[in-house]
């Protein structure tokens, strides 16, 4: 399939990259040939290399030798959040401007520019108060920018801080900003950022008659890409409106191996706090479909899960309003499940969490919601699990699907793996 998006100084980031991973390697391979008694020692030598990786990742925000010259001079629009920070916490529209960077116009995701909102709460237009730049709501009934907020744009950037599940709203609002751009005939420049769920690839594939802004396209549930690759997917599997194309220039990150952990400097979005909750985000979110609480209101969103229909257990908790939850589920009732804030970091889409709370509630006639088909874009899974059909039978049902998903994803990866290291 022939790839129509513009593909931004690649080869020099290319090149670049494996210098950088043949000295890592040439560290590796030195070390490996000192014979070690102890294997903790190893173990730290290799913690030690991870380390160092991590601290020479940059995202392409940081890459603005490659995106501020293709900005002077122009008017441009900026798709960001909270999320859009430099790594000494400089947010992007600041950098911009200070760089003297003309913005018109600052355009605002689910829960808005600062991000506070609630997760579906609308959001409306504004005002910076530092910049005092407008800011354009894109949640809501605005989700895509209209040709009168594009009016005075000669260029936009993306800089969204994505986790890698199809259900989290931050790639619908891409697709829609790229197909605008592609009908105003107005280029658009990705800010790459790393998934931090990046080499996850599971679940089942969205089937089309059950698209909607919770997953617009044919992938799975955990899809494995930057956001900077899913743009390139968009365009190259002709998936926007009448298959046009947007001018698309891809800045990318430096010295990024999806393998390796990335830790986020700040939350994404109010209800995933740290690592931990990202990590189990894709799992526990398949809940939001059932009369089962992910812990909105409480302090471990997405690291914990129950009702008041689960049974009763030595853990409990009673979700309150807080930021980004001002009617939590189940609000001021005590709710039994499961805390999985300290449980060892997943690498697929788990199940057993949801199957069990099935199993054991005490309201199976009210446990699945019309919105849980949403969430899983089939309405299999639901009926595998009230089936009780066993988890490894269920995940077979996938397999066609993600081996067609993987190649069709490889396609449009930027990134190298660093395979031959072993972390």
């Given amino acids: 399939m022939k790839l129509s998006p513009q593909f931004f100084t690649i080869k020099t980031f290319r090149k670049t990259t494996m210098i950088s991973y043949c000295l890592i390697l040439t560290l590796v391979s030195c070390g490996s040939s000192i014979k070690q008694q102890d294997s903790e020692f190893k173990k730290r030598d290799a913690e030690i290399v991870k380390r160092s990786i991590l601290q020479t990742i940059g995202t392409g925000a940081e890459n603005s030798k490659l995106y501020l010259p293709l900005l002077k001079d122009k008017k441009i629009g900026i798709v960001t959040n909270q999320s859009g920070l430099l ?31 609630d997760a579906g709460e609308h959001v409306v237009d504004g005002k910076d108060p530092k910049t005092g730049l407008p800011i354009i709501s894109l949640y809501g009934d605005n989700k895509k920018p209209k040709p009168a907020q594009l009016a005075e744009i000669d260029i936009m950037v993306f800089d969204l801080q994505d986790v890698g599940a199809r259900f989290y709203t931050y790639i619908s609002s891409l697709h829609y900003v790229m197909e605008a751009c592609a009908e105003q005939n107005i280029p658009l420049i990705i800010l790459d950022r790393p998934n931090p769920n990046g080499n996850i690839i599971d679940g089942p594939v969205l089937e089309k008659e059950y698209s909607s802004f919770l997953g617009m396209h044919t992938i799975p549930i955990l899809h494995g890409m930057t956001i900077g690759e899913y743009g390139q997917m968009i365009n190259g599997e002709n998936w926007l409106k009448n298959g046009i194309q947007c001018k698309l220039t891809i800045i990318p990150c430096t010295n990024y191996d999806r393998q390796i952990n990335y830790s986020l400097p700040v939350k994404p979005s109010p209800n995933l706090p740290n690592d931990q ?93 019309g919105f849980f088909t949403k969430l899983a ?9 009230e089936n009780g059909v066993p988890e490894e039978e269920i995940r077979k049902s996938w397999e066609k699907g993600l081996i067609e998903f993987k190649e069709m994803r490889s396609q449009y990866l930027i990134y190298l793996t660093l395979h031959s290291t072993g972390l």
């Fill in 377 to 385: 874009g089939t309405k299999k899974l639901q009926l595998q699990i």
């Fill in 277 to 369: 909750a990202i990590n189990l985000y894709a799992s526990l979110c398949l809940f939001e479909g059932t009369n089962v609480s992910v812990g909105r209101g409480t302090e471990k969103q997405f690291q914990i899960y129950g009702s008041p229909f689960l049974p009763q257990s030595d853990f409990s908790f009673i979700p309150k309003p807080n930021i980004g939850a001002q009617n939590p589920v189940y609000n001021g009732l005590e709710c039994f499940g499961e805390d999985l804030s300290a449980t060892d970091k997943v690498n697929q889409l788990q199940l057993k969490w949801l199957i069990s709370a099935y199993k054991t509630t005490t309201a199976k006639s009210k446990f699945f919601n």
């Fill in 87 to 117: 790594s000494n916490n400089t947010h992007i529209v600041d950098f911009l401007v200070k760089k003297n960077i003309v913005i018109k116009k600052i355009f605002a995701p689910e829960h808005g520019f600062r991000g506070t909102a």
